[in-house]
T-cell receptor, first 113, second 118 residues
Framework: KAGVTQTPRYLIKTRGQQVTLSCSPI?????VSWYQQTPGQGLQFLFE???????NKGNFPGRFSGRQFSNSRSEMNVSTLELGDSALYLC????????????FGPGTRLLVL | AQKITQTQPGMFVQEKEAVTLDCTYD???????LFWYKQPSSGEMIFLIY??????QNATEGRYSLNFQKARKSANLVISASQLGDSAMYFC???????????????FGKGTLLTVNP
């Protein structure tokens, strides 16, 4: 079974631009979570989607948004990029919203210049 | 207060030896889950092992075992017979609350960088 896939793997943007990252969960998985990883703040939870609905949100500004499609694929969007948004963005999927383990994708490395 | 504390920023171990990576956690929930992930330099987070708060036995997965001491709120990862490929960053994480609730997210520690020497 294929793992979690994320596209693109690398991205360079400039301040003020917006970016959309994509995540395809493991087949059959319905919950998708997003995390941001930076050297300073470590791994931080962004949001979680299940059945096309945002179920949980971390402490990030409204510039960060996401959505989930009927096939469980998810996208996250960051508008008006700031230098501090440079990070590794990780997507994780799990079967349901329970005790199931979250399996992570390879991440998207975003560099904001 | 930090919910997950990993006090060892870096650890060194000789190949074929065992190593313990420390993790302590803080929660008032009765139901929670503890996870260990490995992150090589490529960036992908690889799931290693899971321990539920109600599990009475320590979890094991191949060369990985989790030393769960509930009263001390610790969940140390033990890697037996270290291999060169084990060199990576290791993260301890916790999911609080019963599954399905609004707390379905992982809180991570700062990580421990493990280096396996030949």
């Amino acid at each position: 079974k294929a793992g979690v896939t994320q596209t693109p793997r690398y991205l360079i943007k400039t301040r003020g631009q917006q970016v959309t990252l994509s995540c395809s969960p493991i087949s059959g998985h319905r919950s998708v979570s997003w995390y941001q990883q930076t050297p300073g703040q470590g791994l931080q939870f962004l949001f979680e989607y299940f059945s096309e609905t945002q179920r949980n949100k971390g402490n990030f500004p409204g510039r960060f948004s996401g959505r989930q499609f009927s096939n469980s694929r998810s996208e996250m969007n960051v508008s008006t990029l700031e230098l501090g948004d440079s990070a590794l963005y990780l997507c994780a999927s799990s079967l349901y919203r329970g005790v199931e383990t979250q399996y992570f994708g390879p991440g998207t490395r975003l560099l904001v210049l | 207060a930090q919910k997950i504390t990993q006090t060892q920023p870096g650890m060194f171990v000789q190949e074929k030896e065992a190593v313990t990576l420390d993790c302590t956690y803080d929660t008032s929930d009765q139901s929670y889950g503890l996870f260990w992930y490995k992150q090589p330099s490529s960036g992908e987070m690889i799931f290693l092992i899971y321990q539920g708060s109600y599990d009475e036995q320590n979890a094991t997965e191949g060369r990985y075992s989790l030393n769960f001491q509930k009263a001390r709120k610790s969940a140390n990862l033990v890697i037996s017979a270290s291999q060169l490929g084990d060199s990576a960053m290791y993260f301890c994480a916790m999911r609080e609350g019963a599954g399905g609730g609004s707390n379905y997210k992982l809180t991570f520690g700062k990580g421990t960088l493990l280096t396996v020497n030949p």
